[in-house]
């Protein structure tokens, strides 16, 4: 069957617009055409929608109204804002319900880009449970003390950028929340910013307090009643693996942006287990209890109860945001590489990292550390080099913990 695209706009220019645009795309799609918010949501009822493409600024009900409503009565379906306002408090409250935000206009090519990917995402996923739990995903859990810094760090008044920034570079939660904020076509940033930092001095101080003071794009992390999760671990352990595979990378190329590509796709790895534990507490307990019993890789037990593995949970809600396609990839197969070329690839460094991080760091005999696929390293020419990269990481793992 062929997967449905829903675009929703009060302005029947653009509709007619759109419909003559994509009309190369007849025999792909099933294309329905909504004048207001009201008729999307009758459409939406009658049928599946896989996709909807909003406008921003609608009479009586606007595009984030809209895409609240559909995200909680038809959570499967892809979230997409396309608008040509430049309203930046509209904008900022679609952030929680809208996966991606397009400006207008917009080119044929880059639409067909955005929802062929969204489309290629919902593939990755195919437990419609568990689908429907990441596209409802609005915000990601925090560690309490570092979104009080950074709300400390924002109430003062000379408060320092480059210290936000720093902040919020060290957070899961908060650099996946800041990258799908800045990489909204809005802001019209030539290319994926990837860093952090980077990220939060484009964005600058005002929409910074707004996003986080008032539209509150953060959850704050409750103790979770998991007896084998711990929140700070995996905090921990994704920052080693983020430092430690830019570092791997810095010996592979001199391209910065392929390094921070590294960093940030370490940093995000094990997303997915937050969403898991925090959405699917029970079904992750039977897991962490069984890693244990068993001696088996988490990712196996993940498939066995849940149906998917943290691996493409991430890859899914991350590639849905529009994240850069080599940090999804990265975080995709981090524990089962493919695409195997001798070019230097995020999933490479943070595959390698996410190893040598466990072996240094994990002192529990009852958990399964991964070994290398040697098959995976010889094609890629790293056979040789793995001694080299453990010493990066234990270095790396001894400034850490200085």
């Known amino acids: 069957m062929s997967p449905r695209i829903l675009f929703v706009d009060d302005d029947p220019n653009i509709l007619t617009g759109l419909r003559r645009m994509l009309r190369t795309m007849k025999d792909e799609w099933e294309m329905s055409f909504a004048g207001s918010g009201e008729q999307a949501l009758k459409i939406m009822n009658l049928m599946r929608v896989d996709v909807i493409v909003s406008d921003m600024r609608m009479p009586e009900m606007n595009g984030a109204e809209l895409l609240t409503k559909v995200m909680e009565h038809h959570p499967e379906t892809v979230r997409i804002v396309l608008s040509g306002h430049s309203d930046i408090e509209l904008v900022l409250k679609s952030v929680l319900p809208a996966h991606q935000y397009l ?18 995402m919902s593939k990755i996923i195919t437990n419609e449970t568990v689908k429907k739990l990441i596209s409802r995903t609005e915000s990601l859990p925090v560690l309490p003390q570092v979104y009080n810094a950074v709300i400390n760090e924002l109430q003062k008044q000379e408060c320092s950028m480059k210290e936000i920034g720093k902040i919020i570079a060290e957070d899961l939660g908060m650099t996946a929340k800041i990258l799908k904020l800045v990489n909204s076509s809005f802001f019209g940033f030539a290319r994926h910013i990837s860093s952090a930092e980077q990220a939060v001095n484009l964005l600058g101080l005002n929409i910074l307090r707004s996003v986080i003071l008032y539209e509150h794009i953060f959850t704050i992390y409750q103790n979770s009643t998991l007896k084998n999760f711990k929140f700070e671990q995996i905090w921990e352990h994704s920052l080693n693996v983020a430092r430690i595979s830019r570092a791997i990378m810095d010996t592979m190329t001199q391209d910065s942006k392929i390094s921070e ?107 399964l550390i991964p070994e290398f696929d040697m098959n995976y390293l010889k094609i890629v020419n790293l056979t040789e080099k793995i001694d080299d990269y453990r010493k990066i990481a234990q270095r790396i793992f001894g400034e850490a913990h200085e």
């Open 261 to 367: 590509d590294a960093f940030i796709a370490g940093m995000l790895h094990d997303l997915g287990k937050l969403i898991l534990a925090t959405n699917l507490t029970a079904q992750y307990a039977i897991i962490l209890n069984r890693l244990r019993a068993d001696s088996r890789p988490i990712w196996d037990l993940e498939v066995e109860v849940i149906g998917t593995t943290h691996a493409e949970v991430g890859a899914y809600l991350l590639g849905l945001w529009g994240l850069a396609e080599p940090v999804v990839e990265a975080i995709a197969f981090h524990h089962a590489p493919y695409y195997p070329s001798v070019e230097p690839r995020p999933l490479t460094s943070v595959y390698i990292a996410n190893i040598l991080e466990q072996e240094i760091s994990c002192s529990d005999k009852d958990v």
């Open 103 to 120: 400006s207008k206009p917009c080119e044929p090519e880059k639409l067909k880009e955005v929802v062929y990917r969204a489309l290629n």
